[in-house]
């Protein structure tokens, strides 16, 4: 059952890496969806998970925000015409892929399992 797992786990993986529709900057959000098995005592859970910090974001978008400097009196940045005490953050749109890998993936991984059992 393990190795079933693991292997629906891989599949489910390179899925949502390949749905995955943001525009990568560094590749590792898309590199940090990851797959895989937890065995304990009383059976296995099977899981599809984001290894990055920012992957909530990225999941569930966010609203427009400002952003204020923390550490500062101002923000600056490369480009910017002068220091600024704060920016308007348009907010960004979610790139979900977890839930849709599992929605359009659940009646194979269902079939797979009970195939399994049935022998």
Excluded: C
Excluded at 58 to 69: A, K, S, V
Excluded at 91 to 101: D, E, R
Aim: aromatic fraction near 10%.
């Amino acid at each position: 059952m393990r190795a079933l797992l693991l292997d629906i786990a891989t599949d489910l993986q390179h899925y949502a890496q390949g749905i995955a529709s943001w525009v990568d900057r560094t590749g590792e959000a898309r590199k940090g969806i990851r797959g895989g098995v937890k065995t304990s005592r009383g059976g296995f859970t099977l899981y599809l998970e984001h290894t990055v910090w920012y992957a909530r974001f990225l999941e569930t978008g966010t609203q427009p925000h400002e952003i204020e400097p923390e550490l500062k009196k101002a923000l600056h940045w490369p480009g910017a015409d002068r220091p600024v005490g704060k920016v308007m953050h348009p907010g960004i749109k979610s790139y979900a892929v977890l839930v849709p890998t599992a929605d359009a993936n659940i009646d194979d991984i269902t079939k797979a399992i009970l195939d399994y059992w049935r022998g």
